[in-house]
């Protein structure tokens, strides 16, 4: 089954959600995005209307990458792995539906993927780089597909409903931070 995706980085082409999120793949550590593929460098749109924050090379990991912020929500989003730099600059304005680069494999990346992850930072214009991976606001709900490995998912380009406000919940004590802190001290 092909599951209909509210909104995506992809337009009219079928991607597959390659690792979903949080993922724990060692028992403690965590995937704080949401990896979706294509596997053909397919081109990448914009998510939101607004402005774009950070456009460069990121050495730690992420690769070629962008974060777009919504002027209206607040809602930003990283896309991390992309083929070449995008042609999108710090403080270029981005529409639902613009081109913004093409899905790729650069930095610390196993195959052709795009990394995603979604933050509302409001009007800061400040990416959080430090919260924690299980307090992440889970990138499927705002695409509107299920967040499982192996899903398949389109987007027609068709804007959907307004899509869930990510929230972070402050009261959830976090167990996995702490968990590998008390190993790493027992060794």
């Known amino acids: 089954?092909?599951?209909?995706?509210?909104?995506?980085?992809?337009?009219?082409?079928?991607?597959?959600?390659?690792?979903?999120?949080?993922?724990r793949n060692d028992g403690v550590t965590l995937h704080g995005g949401l990896d979706i593929s294509t596997g053909n460098n397919d081109p990448l749109y914009s998510m939101v209307n607004g402005t774009v924050l950070y456009s460069q090379y990121n050495t730690g990991g992420y690769g070629n990458m962008i974060i777009m912020r919504d002027d209206t929500t607040g809602?930003?989003?990283?896309?991390?792995?992309m083929r070449d730099a995008s042609l999108k600059r710090v403080g270029d304005s981005v529409t639902v539906g613009e081109f913004v680069g093409y899905e790729?494999?650069?930095?610390?990346?196993?195959?052709?993927?795009?990394?995603?992850?979604?933050?509302?930072?409001?009007?800061?214009?400040?990416?959080?780089?430090?919260?924690?991976?299980?307090?992440?606001?889970?990138?499927?709900?705002?695409?509107?597909?299920?967040?499982?490995?192996g899903t398949r998912a389109?987007?027609?380009?068709?804007?959907?409903?307004?899509?869930?406000?990510?929230?972070?919940?402050?009261?959830?004590?976090?167990?996995?931070?702490?968990?590998?802190r008390f190993r790493a001290k027992r060794r």
Do not use: C
Request: charged fraction near 15%.
């Open 104 to 149: 790729g494999t650069t930095g610390t990346s196993t195959g052709i993927h795009l990394h995603v992850e979604w933050q509302n930072i409001g009007t800061s214009g400040s990416w959080n780089w430090n919260i924690p991976y299980i307090d992440r606001p889970h990138v499927a709900d705002f695409l509107g597909i299920s967040n499982v490995y």
């Open 1 to 23: 089954m092909v599951e209909e995706a509210r909104i995506a980085p992809f337009i009219n082409v079928e991607f597959l959600v390659t690792s979903a999120q949080p993922y």
């Open 154 to 180: 389109i987007y027609d380009g068709t804007p959907g409903p307004v899509p869930p406000t990510p929230t972070i919940n402050k009261d959830k004590f976090p167990w996995a931070i702490y968990l590998h």
């Open 75 to 81: 809602d930003a989003f990283l896309y991390a792995h």
